[in-house]
């Protein structure tokens, strides 16, 4: 995967490739940096540095996945391994800022990327929730597979 024009990342590249809706990647490109501007006027920090805090901090490390056995369905935590990590997270993120309430694209994400920076926020939430149903399903764990 070849790195963003801008900031010379990949990871941004698989970002705005997620954001991306209908083929239309330069649209998504534009969405993705004028978020990065608006998050650096917001915390008067490094913008992508702010980002990449936040992606870290709603990329969730368990999850649970459902498993039939004897007749009943299990909830089993399992681990998730890097790659899926990483997706999970950039399409949390990506999904609860297109519900947010702000007029642009560009300003939803922002607001998200802010909120997961600060540990708030819907996408932060979910993850939160996530562990909080593998902690609670951890007497399964040794259904594992």
């Given amino acids: ?23 239309k990647k330069n649209l998504a490109y534009n969405i993705f940096y004028d978020a990065i501007d608006i998050v650096s006027e917001k915390t008067k920090e490094e913008g992508l540095e702010v980002w990449k805090k936040a992606l870290a901090n709603v990329t969730p490390n368990v999850e649970v996945r459902s498993r039939r056995i004897g007749g009943a369905t299990f909830q089993i935590p399992s681990e998730i391994r890097p790659e899926r990590k990483m997706s999970i997270g950039m399409k949390n993120l990506i999904r609860f800022s297109r519900r947010r309430n702000e007029k642009t694209m560009a300003a939803k994400l ?27 399903n951890k007497a399964f764990s040794h259904f594992r597979f």
């Fill in 110 to 136: 922002a607001g998200e990327i802010v909120a997961a920076y600060k540990e708030e926020g819907a996408a932060f939430k979910r993850k939160e929730d996530t562990h909080r149903m593998a902690d609670a």
């Fill in 1 to 23: 995967m070849l790195p963003d024009p801008k900031f010379n990342d990949t990871l941004v590249t698989r970002f705005v490739n997620n954001i991306m809706l209908r083929g």
